[in-house]
């Protein structure tokens, strides 16, 4: 029976995660459709960044981290893209506290 709750706790979390993390609990139109395609689409960014955190960013302190953590640390940092022919670049600053972890995370993808 605990191995129940212990799921049931983990699944509660992920919702938390859901909600907390990416603002999914917000239902601003008085549209069911709206809503529910709005919820549609914080689920389905909720599964790239899952994906990404445990693919990309597997053997790093971030592959453990919450989707919230994840976000800031990732998402909302500053870089400078730099557009080539052929190919995208993406720098840090030089003391960036995660550009190791970026730099192996981004030759994971390509």
């Known amino acids: 029976m605990s191995g129940f709750y212990c799921k049931r706790g983990d699944c509660e979390l992920y919702i938390k995660e859901l909600k907390n993390g990416l603002g999914a609990d917000r239902m601003s139109c008085a ?19 899952l994906e990404t955190k ?15 953590t994840f976000r800031e640390k990732v998402i909302l940092t ?6 080539f022919k052929t190919k ?3 720098e840090f600053v030089r003391d960036h506290p995660i550009r190791a972890m970026m730099r192996m995370a981004l030759r994971k993808a390509s």
């Open 31 to 49: 549209n069911f459709a709206a809503n529910q395609f709005r919820l549609f689409m914080h689920a389905a960014a909720y599964v790239l960044l």
């Open 54 to 68: 445990q693919i990309l960013f597997r053997g790093c302190e971030l592959s453990h981290a919450t989707i919230s």
């Open 78 to 83: 500053a870089v400078r893209i730099k557009e």
């Open 88 to 90: 995208i670049k993406v």
